[in-house]
């Protein structure tokens, strides 16, 4: 019961994003298997950022991408002009990108997911682009990734904890 508790507070803290040190150190001492705990440890102190907050992280960081990732891909010298004159004016549709695995049409459809803070959409998104043009992003990836397992872990052992309560 202890441990049921225990879990569903530190559940509630990750998605507050309210920091949980206390919380976590007690599902410590409770957990029969404390590896469990590891995706959580990170942001024990400062709480894990809302889905929100890196939305609008990964907006402000998204011309950056699109622009060092087009200029990655820019072989000769018109692309490359090209890749300069889009510096200056940035033409996208209002609606999400339907198609295509194009540099553009990739950092499109990871905006229109960033704004509805669907991280786990961005982070696919994301995943579709060549590891040279992932690079203006990889700080923002590693923290949307580390969030996304801390999410998954506090409701893990919020689940095993409840489910453990129905055993005789």
């Known amino acids: 019961v202890r441990l049921a508790v225990v879990a569903s507070g530190l559940r509630n803290a990750v998605q507050r994003g309210a920091p949980y040190a206390g919380e976590l150190g007690a599902a410590k001492a409770l957990m029969p298997d404390p590896q469990a705990l590891a995706p959580l440890e990170p942001f024990?102190?400062?709480?894990?950022?809302?889905?929100?907050?890196?939305?609008?992280?990964?907006?402000a960081l998204a011309p950056k991408l699109a622009q060092t990732a087009k200029a990655a891909s820019a072989g000769d010298y018109v692309e490359r002009l090209l890749a300069h004159a889009e510096r200056l004016v940035r033409i996208r549709p209002v609606n999400e990108a339907a198609g295509g695995d194009d540099i553009s049409a990739v950092v499109a459809r990871a905006e229109a997911k960033a704004e509805h803070a669907d991280i786990a959409g961005v982070l696919a998104e994301l995943g579709k682009l060549p590891d040279s043009a992932r690079g203006a992003a990889a700080e923002w990836m590693k923290k949307a990734e580390?969030?996304?397992?801390?999410?998954?872990?506090?409701?893990?052992?919020?689940?095993?904890?409840?489910a453990a309560l129905a055993k005789p």
Do not use: D, H, M
């Not at 580390?146 to 409840?162: G, M, Y």
């Open 44 to 59: 024990a102190a400062s709480g894990v950022p809302s889905a929100q907050a890196l939305g609008r992280e990964f907006l």
């Open 146 to 162: 580390a969030r996304e397992a801390a999410v998954a872990a506090a409701q893990r052992i919020e689940n095993a904890a409840l």
